[in-house]
């Protein structure tokens, strides 16, 4: 594991810190002698963190937050995480994504920061598309947060830069998406129940993940940009599910097919031509490893989690 003493005494604040991604980076920046400010919505205490509570969504409480911490490095995780298209998301999505980027963003251009990292979506349309058109509400949310961020920069010099991790899995993942689902199911014995599994993504290691979101802190001339953090390759969820049914050596078929498939669900895969020359990164956990420490880390715990939970497509 990289070392990043230029973290070392940063104090570094990370929004959506409760969540998969955040919570990961929260103990990496901690273990790298950062003084980490963590914020969510509800009290925790855990990675070394000193915990906040705000309302993102609420402005005097950004511009409060951000005048008592006055970070150095900002990490905006935080924000309602859902592909699914319905109607119902339009509004939470819009609030937690995109008014509470604007908000962090006007309040930190007031006080001044080093570094602000924004995360991007693979659901965001692409920029190229001269028709674009986001797939759900919350790829729209992310899509206008990006442009946001790269507006800040252009307008007001804002140091903000935009990662794009792709579909990211490993330890602490919310035990409903695929690749835990697949996991626990077969651990318990239990036939997981599954869509066609022909879709394809970029899958990532969340180590690979927060090693990309510790350099890019600190990486010179890299404000403005976007910078993919994926594998630079596609499987099919087909594949990922044989592969778990391999290194769990199961005995149980899943049912493929026996759920809907999500319609026109976006494949992408990640450019890493910035990752490579700006950051020096590349991913160093195949698939195979990434698999076999998620398995084994979701087979020790698994005494403590739900005893069954079912597969809803829309958090995948």
Known sequence: MVSHHRLSGQK????????????????????????????????????????????????????????DIRPQIIFHLSGQVTAAPDLEFTISTFNSNVVSTVYLLTAAAEIGCDRIILTASMTEPRLSSADATPGSPYGAAKWVSSAYGRMFHALYQTPVTILRPFVT????????????????????????????????????????????????????????????????????????????????????????????????EEVRVADLTYAKEKLGWNPAISIDEGLARTIAWYHEQLLTLAPRIELKEELR
Do not use: M
């Open 169 to 264: 899995y490993g330890p602490r993942q919310n035990p409903k998406k695929i690749i835990p689902y697949v996991a626990l199911s077969l651990l318990r014995g239990e036939c997981p129940q599954l869509a066609s599994g022909r879709w394809e993504a970029d899958w990532i290691y969340i180590d690979d993940v927060i090693e990309g979101c510790l350099t890019a802190a600190y990486a010179p001339g890299i404000e403005g940009r976007t910078i993919d953090l994926g594998s630079g390759t596609l499987l099919s969820a087909r594949d990922i599910v044989n592969r778990i049914v391999k290194l769990i050596g199961a005995n149980i078929t899943p049912s493929l097919g026996s759920l809907p498939d999500r319609p026109a």
């Open 12 to 67: 570094v604040l990370v929004t959506g810190a409760s969540g998969f991604i955040g919570s990961h980076l929260c103990r990496r920046l901690s273990e790298n002698g950062s003084e980490v400010h963590a914020v969510s919505r509800s009290q925790h205490d855990h990675d070394g963190a000193c915990w906040w509570q705000a309302d993102l969504s609420d402005s005097s409480a950004v511009r409060a937050l951000l005048k």
